[in-house]
């Protein structure tokens, strides 16, 4: 199997090692049947669950719960098709991206950043994780008073919420990857002459990709969570904004909407750093379900 940390302990020169999972000829078409099967089941499923939602609410049930005063799936749909017409939902989504993405993008460098050098030095370890470990804990949306008061305006505590929410999961599962790696990786290339940049490029970076993608695919939901709550503290624009504003006049209707809209952001985005790292991550062994 070749992986990046052992091409850069044989060298440039050394003659390529074949992979032990490589695909036999034809299961090509084999993994794209099923995925579209998986597809299939994905769509369906939720299907069933809106059927029974319109289902419940058409009906007026109660049972246990009341879904009597529910909005259906078709009140819910014009009202969404009514707020694809107006440029206040388009703006609400761009507001919430700028926020999300920036946030997460901070966090991001700075959990990686912070994860591989705790890991890797005692001296950073015993300096920088007891305060980190003391803040870690607090939930980021308790955070809010804290960034009303010391950022200047709304729109920056907003994203130090976000960056709060992201940097924790990031950085901890960064430092239990570099934690995880063989040390004979390192030691290989060591004894083949590598300095200790070339060991950080070529064996821990490439080693902990699949540890740093789950803890950015975790950091992401978990910012999603917290910028929308922030945005109904304290946002004037965003989903999480405009949702609060439709449940406080009472526009059952736009609520969901607007928590339609934050799912399927959420998902987009989460998925969109699930394929990310699987394209960055091709060299390991896949299991049978490892290509969906």
Known sequence: MSTPALDATLG???PAVESADAAPPGTGRTRTA????????RLASLAAVVAVWQWLTATDAR??????????PTEVAAEFGRQLGTGIYYLDLAQSLIRILTGFALAAVVGIALGVLVAR???AGDLLLPPIEVVRPIPAIALVPIAILVFPTDE????FITFAAAFFPIMVSTRHAVRALPTLWEDAVRTMGGGRVHVLWNVVLPGTLPG???????GMGVAWICVISAEMISGEF???YRTWHAYTVVDYPAVLVGMASIGVLGWVASASIELLGRRLTRWLP????GAR
């Open 156 to 159: 920056q505590g907003i994203v």
């Open 63 to 72: 049972v246990g719960l009341r879904f009597d005063r529910l909005p259906s």
């Open 212 to 218: 740093v993608f789950g803890g950015l695919s975790v």
């Open 121 to 123: 030095s005692r001296w």
């Open 238 to 240: 965003g989903v999480g």
């Open 34 to 41: 099923a995925g579209l099967r998986g597809w299939a089941v």
């Open 12 to 14: 440039p020169g050394a």
């Open 286 to 289: 896949r299991g049978e379900g």
